[in-house]
């Protein structure tokens, strides 16, 4: 199991069973069979609210995802700071930043 925290840069909301409250991140929890991902609150803890991924699906999640990958790497691109994600990846990923560094 492993635990990745992400912080935003400016709070979201989230809809949990105790109504909306203020989002600060993600905290991302991987089991064995399942992936987890819960809202951060503006007290910095995992909320009451949470979804779980099977792991098989990950990859339809992650694809359908991608377009919006591709507007975070433009966005980076533009700022200068695509080299900075070269070799943080996978294979996949080292070769799509390689494309655009060229392109």
């Known amino acids: 199991m492993w635990i990745k925290k992400i912080k935003f840069d400016h709070n ?8 909306v409250g203020k989002c ?3 905290e991302i929890v991987q089991h064995s ?6 809202p951060i609150n503006s007290k910095g803890d995992a ?8 792991n098989e699906s990950l990859d339809e999640v992650c ?6 990958f591709s507007l ?10 695509l080299p900075l994600l070269l070799g943080l990846g996978n294979k ?3 070769i799509e930043l390689e494309k655009r560094l060229k392109g």
């Open 12 to 19: 979201e909301i989230y809809l949990g069973r105790n109504g």
């Open 24 to 26: 600060c991140g993600v």
């Open 33 to 38: 069979s399942f992936t987890e991902l819960w």
């Open 47 to 54: 909320a009451q609210c949470r979804i779980e991924i099977p």
């Open 63 to 68: 694809l359908t995802l991608s377009p919006v």
């Open 72 to 81: 975070v790497l433009d966005r980076l691109a533009k700022a200068g700071q």
């Open 92 to 94: 996949a990923l080292n």
